[in-house]
C-alpha cells in the first residue's frame, strides 16, 4: 500500500519538471452548493490533466536498462499524453499504441510530445494486448495504466491540497482507474483522518464504483461518454486501497456531468472534460452532505474537443 | 517611467496571494505558426485574468487613510474583478459602479469577491465619472486603469516570462488600456534589450494603435467584441511607455480574434476571451516574421460567457 512517504519521495521529481497547480476558491459556485466550494485545477497542467504527475514519477525511477529499452504503452487519452511527455523530458523513446481510428487529434497531441504513435487493432484492448507483446520482444518497459509510482506522483495534487487548505472537509475526485482517488486519498487521510474522501464515477461506466460497493471485482457495461471515467474492468490494487481509504463513492448520470461541464464554464471560465467535471456532478448530488462544509472539486483534466464542446453548450 | 526595480517590488505584494503562472510549450500550435510557442497562461490567474496582479500592488501600497475611506472604481470586467479581490485580501470595501443593465454574471462575480456593485448610468463612461465624484465626497481612493501601481503589478507576468524562458525571442501582448503591454515590455527590455515586443489591438477599436504609430493621442471608433481590447480614448502615461520600448503594434480583426480562440481551445484546452486570444491572432497575422523563432502569446484573461463561446463554435 502506497503511504506520504511515497508521495514525498515523487515529489522532487514531480516538481522538476512542472509545479504546483492552483486550488482556487469560487463564491458563485459555492453559492449554489450552499457551501465553501474550492476547485483544484489539474487542467492546467501542461498536458491539461493530472496523469503527467504519475508519468514524471515513474520515468525518473526507471532503471538504466529500463531507459535504454524505450517505454511503450497504450492510451488514446491522458494517460498517453502523459507518458509521452515524461519520456521527451527524459529524452526516452516512448511509444504508444492507438486502436485504428484514433482520434488525429490527441494522436497530433502526443507525436508533438516525440511520441512514436503506432496503430493497432479495432479496440482499446486489443492495442494494449498488443503493445505489451511489443514490449516483451523488444526489451522495452510496458507501462499499466494504475501502477503503484504513477499513484505515487499523482499523490502529490492531494498532498497540494492539503498544504493549501488543511482545513478542508470534503474532498470530491473522479475515479477512472482510480489512481487519482488513492493518491489524494491518502495524502489527505494520513494527514486529517476526518477528512471525507469521496471518489465519483459515471453511473454509464460503473464497474469501479460497484466493485467498491460490494467488495468484490465486478466488471459493467461501459457506454459513458466521459472517456476518463471508462473503466470496463476494475483493476485490483486501486480497489484495494480505495476500499479503505475512500468514505463514499457515488455514481452521477452523464447528463449530470455536461450540465457540470457548462456550470464550470459560467462560473470558472475553465474547461472541463468529463471526467474533470463529475467532482462538481458529484457536489450537487450529494447537496445536503456537503451544505455549509469546506469542499474541494477536484478539476482532473480539461481536454475536451471543440466540437463536443460545442454540441455541449447547444443542447 | 516604471522600471525593472518597481516590478521587483511589486513581486511580493503579488505573491502573498497568487502563485507564478505557468509558461506551456505547445507543439502543435508551433507546428501551425512554423516557429516554438509558448503560451503565458494569465487566465489561470483566480479572477481569470492577469490585472488581480496589478490590483493587489496597488491595495499593498495604500496609506491608512486610504485604505479607511474604502475604494472606488468603474469596470464591467477585469478590472473590477481584479480590484474586488484585491480589496477582500486587505478587508478594504471596494465600490464599483457599472454602467445599467450590466452582465448580471460579471456582477455576480464581483458581489461573490464581497464588492458592493452601484449601477448608474447609461454607459461605461457615465458610471466612471459619477463614481470619481461619489469617491471625492465620500473621502474614498479612486482606481484608474492605468494607475503606475498597477503596471508595476501587472509587470511580473513579463518578469516571468523573461525568468522561465531567458532565450525568448518575441513576446507578443493584447493592448486594451496597456498596462499589460507596458509592464510586460519593461521587465522583457530591461532584461534583454534584443527581445521583441509586438502589441495587438483589434482593428475595431484601433485608438491606441492608432496613436503610437501616429505619436499623437487619437480617439477611434470602437467596434470591437473584445471587451478587454475596448479603448475608445487613449491613455497617455501607457502610450509614453509603449512608443518607447515597443517593437511594432499591429491591428487584428475581430474575425481573426474569433479564430484564434477556436485554436486556442483545440490546441491547448484553455478558454480565452477576445483580449486574451488576440496575441495568436497576431502572430498568425506576423506569419514570415515569428517563423522559426521561439515566441511567447499572452494569453491575458479567459473570461468568456457561454453563450459567447457556442455562437463562435457554431460560426
Redesign the interface.
Known amino acids: 500500500m502506497p503511504t506520504l512517504h511515497d508521495i514525498l519521495s515523487a515529489r522532487p521529481h514531480v516538481y522538476r519538471f512542472l509545479?504546483?497547480t492552483?486550488l482556487?476558491?469560487?463564491?458563485?459556485l459555492?453559492?449554489l452548493l450552499g457551501a465553501e466550494v474550492w476547485v483544484k485545477?489539474e487542467?492546467?497542467q501542461?498536458v491539461?490533466a493530472f496523469k503527467v504527475r504519475g508519468g514524471l514519477n515513474l520515468v525518473a525511477n526507471l532503471s538504466d536498462g529500463e531507459r535504454r529499452g524505450g517505454i511503450y504503452t497504450a492510451s488514446t487519452g491522458n494517460h498517453g499524453q502523459s507518458i509521452a511527455f515524461a519520456a521527451r523530458a527524459y529524452g526516452l523513446q516512448a511509444t504508444i499504441a492507438v486502436p485504428e481510428g484514433a482520434n488525429p487529434?490527441k494522436v497530433?497531441?502526443m507525436e508533438?510530445?516525440g511520441a512514436r504513435v503506432v496503430f493497432h487493432g479495432r479496440d482499446f484492448d486489443t492495442a494494449r494486448e498488443w503493445i505489451m507483446e511489443v514490449a516483451r520482444e523488444k526489451g522495452g518497459r510496458f507501462v499499466g495504466p494504475t501502477e503503484e509510482l504513477l499513484i505515487h506522483g499523482v499523490g502529490t495534487y492531494g498532498l497540494e491540497i492539503m498544504e493549501t487548505l488543511p482545513e478542508v472537509e470534503v474532498i470530491i475526485v473522479p475515479v477512472g482507474a482510480g489512481s487519482g482517488a488513492c493518491g489524494t486519498a491518502i495524502a489527505a487521510k494520513t494527514i486529517n483522518p476526518g477528512v471525507q474522501v469521496i471518489g465519483v464515477q459515471s453511473a454509464q461506466a460503473p464497474a469501479m464504483q460497484k466493485s467498491w460497493t460490494t467488495g468484490t471485482l465486478t466488471t459493467a457495461p461501459m457506454k459513458t461518454v466521459a472517456e476518463g471515467l471508462a473503466t470496463r474492468v476494475p483493476f485490483e490494487n486501486t480497489q484495494r486501497i480505495m476500499r479503505e481509504l475512500l468514505d463514499d463513492f457515488i455514481l452521477v448520470d452523464d447528463s449530470a456531468i455536461e450540465e457540470a461541464i457548462?456550470l464550470l464554464?459560467?462560473h470558472?471560465?475553465?474547461?472541463a472534460?468529463e471526467a474533470g467535471a463529475a467532482s462538481l456532478a458529484g457536489a450537487l448530488q450529494l447537496g445536503g452532505r456537503v451544505a455549509g462544509r469546506k469542499i474541494v472539486l477536484v478539476l482532473s483534466g480539461?481536454?475536451?474537443?471543440?466540437a463536443r464542446?460545442?454540441s455541449l453548450?447547444?443542447s
Open positions: 509545479q504546483p492552483p482556487h476558491h469560487y463564491p458563485t459555492g453559492r485545477h487542467n492546467h501542461p491539461g487529434s497530433a497531441a508533438g510530445l457548462r464554464l459560467e470558472t471560465h475553465n474547461l472534460e480539461g481536454n475536451i474537443s471543440p464542446l460545442a453548450l447547444n
